[in-house]
């Protein structure tokens, strides 16, 4: 796998993404192939594709190449769009555990620097020397700078299904709002609310699906009101009060994230509608936090420490140059946790007399 070792990788490693991606394999096959690897092992007809089309595009590998692809620095590096999130510690306990277990060390840093930051990516990929990096993808308009970056590096995107150059992994994110909307429609509400996060991406936008799948199921694909959030406490918060303040019919919400249902319990509570007695809230994702709420709140929990386990695996299988898949979901299903904050709707008049109101 061609890592940054050389103080101008971004002249080069696009010719070789573009050999990889019109032989159909990925960039740690494609130079391990042109290099004449003896350790690799390929199918004698993916070794001539692969050969025939760095001869056709006339790819010429780096004198120094065959050298660099033993060196490694048993770093990799994991970066995540909010340090503090609650999402990031059971991810980074996985990743780190998987990491260690491989003889690897694993380096924390901010996703949205690199994305968003042309200058710290240039440093962070031509300083960092690592081996590769797990990145968390999130916004719609990262998707440049994830190719650029996976131009140069072995990475891996995860809470996405993977690009063309980075291969990703991901729980499954539609069954857990399958499992949400599903708990809430079992107790028997009728009228359900989803506040969501960012529009476009694939965590949000898949967690929504599974939401109107359960709905569809049980015959109230009309009956669900959806309010946009910002995967936020105080996102939630405001979206509630919005939510409410249109839809006093609405017993039951599900949030996209644990941080956007502490802000929707909040929200309830202080405006005096009482929870679950008069609004039930499930948040998608479980966190520590979720057991000091009042009332503690039920989750949906999803695998994130695997996910962080399985993250590392696939780029080690990467960065060695094995033919991996784009996407891959972990194998282990998302569950329902139910807490305090999610019951039968057996105020709901009440709070429709008292609404929360618009603020």
């Keep these: 796998m061609k890592r940054p070792h050389s103080t101008s990788p971004r002249a080069r490693a696009p010719k070789l993404a573009t050999v990889a991606k019109a032989a159909g394999v990925s960039i740690g ?5 042109i290099n004449d690897d003896p350790t690799v092992s390929v199918r004698p007809e993916t070794r001539r594709r692969v050969l025939a089309t760095a001869e056709r595009l006339q790819y010429v590998p780096q004198a120094s190449a065959q050298a ?9 590096g994991l970066a995540v769009h909010d340090l503090a999130s609650t999402l990031v510690v059971k991810l980074l306990e996985g990743a780190r555990e998987e990491a260690v277990a491989r ?3 694993l380096l924390l840093t901010d996703a949205d ?15 960092a020397r690592i081996d590769g990096l797990i990145l968390q993808d999130g916004h719609a308009s990262m998707g440049d700078a994830i190719d650029e970056i996976g131009a140069v590096l072995p990475t891996v995107v995860f809470n ?3 690009r063309t150059l980075s291969p990703g992994v991901l729980v499954d994110e539609s069954l857990a709002g399958r499992l949400a909307a599903k708990h809430l429609i079992e107790l028997g509400h009728r009228e359900i609310g989803f506040i969501g996060g960012v529009q476009g991406t694939h965590t949000n936008d898949a967690r929504l699906d599974g939401a109107r799948r359960a709905m569809a199921e049980a015959g109230l694909a009309s009956s669900l009101h959806v309010v946009d959030g910002d995967w936020t406490a105080p996102g939630g ?14 017993t039951g919400v599900v949030t996209v994230n644990v941080s956007t249902g502490t ?6 509570l202080d405006s005096s509608v009482s929870v679950p007695q008069m609004l039930s809230v499930v948040a998608i994702q479980d966190a520590w936090t979720a057991d000091f709420t009042v009332p503690r709140m039920s989750t949906v929990v999803l695998p994130l420490r695997e996910l962080g386990q399985e993250a590392v695996r696939l780029l080690i299988r990467y960065i060695d140059g094995e033919d991996v898949e784009e996407s891959h979901v972990v194998a282990q299903q998302p569950y329902l946790h ?3 904050s999610a019951a039968p709707p057996r105020l709901a008049r009440a709070r429709r007399e008292h609404p929360v109101s618009p603020g």
Excluded: C, D, M, W
Aim: glycine letters at 10%; hydrophobic letters at 40%; charged letters at 25%.
């Design 113 to 127: 620097e690199l994305a968003f930051t042309p200058e710290s990516r240039r440093l962070y990929l031509g300083g």
């Design 237 to 250: 918060f405001h979206a509630l009060n919005q939510l409410v303040g249109e839809r006093p019919e609405v």
């Design 103 to 105: 003889g690897y060390l």
């Design 338 to 340: 139910p807490r305090e």
């Design 263 to 268: 802000g929707a319990i909040a929200a309830a």
């Design 160 to 162: 996405t299904p993977g």
């Design 68 to 76: 660099l692809r033993q060196r490694r620095t048993k770093v990799i």
């Design 29 to 33: 096959l494609a130079s391990r192939v």
